[in-house]
């Protein structure tokens, strides 16, 4: 099985995206583990979804 790029890692106050390949943070601090953006990047990585995911965890942040 191969290694994924991105990995959900718990830091304080949430989670956090690991960028394996580029080994540096991917985004922002989630509260919430975000598993549908982590399956969207680890698969077909589809700008227009990827782009609505992360709008839809900003806004949960509010």
């Known amino acids: 099985m191969s290694r994924k790029r991105y990995v ?5 106050g949430g989670y956090r995206i690991w960028d394996n390949r580029g080994r540096r943070w991917w985004g922002d601090l989630y509260e919430l ?3 549908d953006l982590l399956a969207e990047l680890n698969g077909d990585a589809n700008y227009e979804k990827i782009t609505a995911l992360l709008k839809r965890y900003r806004a949960l942040k509010r």
């Open 8 to 12: 959900a890692r718990g830091v304080p």
């Open 33 to 35: 583990c975000p598993d």
